[in-house]
């Protein structure tokens, strides 16, 4: 079936190296994607979004990149802290509701 | 904190038992959403409640069923559980009924209950 999938379950990085989060979807008609952070003991947070008549988004140390050509997404976190130590989703959205549709997920660690 | 808040935060029942999940949206949120998190499954999503009204559904199994009240609050039920019902669920909540880039649709998650079927 469709689904959004991740390529890697687990990433570490060193504190203040650049880490690079991929995702994989299937269907070209998403039209809509979202980054979430979710750390232990919480909810999924958002961190960014990109609609699909863009490539690329930035936000404050984050960047989501867009290739609709390969169907791929990635979120690159600048100068990593500790604190971004959590699992993080890609999802998207189909059509007009608020579906979301998570991939699985990768837990990112930063060692200090 | 998202503003979304769940009651209660752990449950633990036993097979064959009925529970209610409680949620309430951020202030002024008419939509509703509820998720599954498991280990095998990831993120599922389940329902969709918009200003009292069902708008979208997802992998949400028979047994399982949701409302809204007039008062926004949502109830997840979850009857005749199994073992395989042991999840956190999740309820979010957004201004707006329809997924997008914007503010009006951006969707605030709570802290979730922990189910725990013995």
């Known amino acids: 079936g469709e689904s959004v999938g991740l390529h890697l379950p687990t990433l570490s990085v060193q504190e203040g190296d650049n880490s690079i989060i991929n995702c994989a979807y299937s269907?070209?008609?998403?039209?809509?994607f979202i980054w979430y952070k979710q750390e232990s003991g919480k909810g999924p947070q958002f961190i960014i979004d990109?609609?699909?008549?863009?490539d690329k988004r930035q936000g404050q140390r984050v960047t989501v990149l867009l290739n609709k050509t390969v169907k791929h997404l990635s979120l690159q976190i600048a100068a990593t802290q500790p604190g971004d130590s959590a699992v993080y989703f890609c999802a998207e959205i189909r059509g007009n509701t608020g579906k979301l549709i998570f991939g699985q997920g990768t837990t990112l660690q930063v060692k200090p | 904190d998202s503003g979304v808040t769940q009651t209660p935060k752990h449950l633990i029942t036993a097979t064959g038992q009925r529970v209610t999940l409680r949620c309430s949206p951020r202030?002024?949120?008419?939509?509703v959403y509820w998720y599954q998190q498991s280990l095998d499954q990831g993120l599922q999503f389940l329902i969709q409640?918009?200003?009292?009204?069902?708008?979208a559904k997802g992998n949400i199994l028979e047994r399982f069923s949701a409302q809204q009240f007039p008062d926004l609050h949502s109830e997840l039920n979850l009857s005749s559980l199994e073992l395989g019902d042991s999840a956190l669920y999740f309820c979010?909540?957004?201004?707006?009924?329809?997924?997008?880039?914007?503010?009006?649709?951006?969707?605030?998650f709570g802290p979730g209950t922990r189910l725990t079927v013995l």
């Open positions: 990109i609609r699909s008549n863009m």
């Open positions: 409640y918009y200003n009292g009204e069902e708008r």
């Open positions: 202030s002024g949120d008419l939509s």
């Open positions: 269907n070209s008609a998403s039209d809509y």
């Open positions: 979010a909540s957004s201004v707006g009924l329809a997924g997008g880039p914007s503010s009006y649709n951006e969707q605030f």
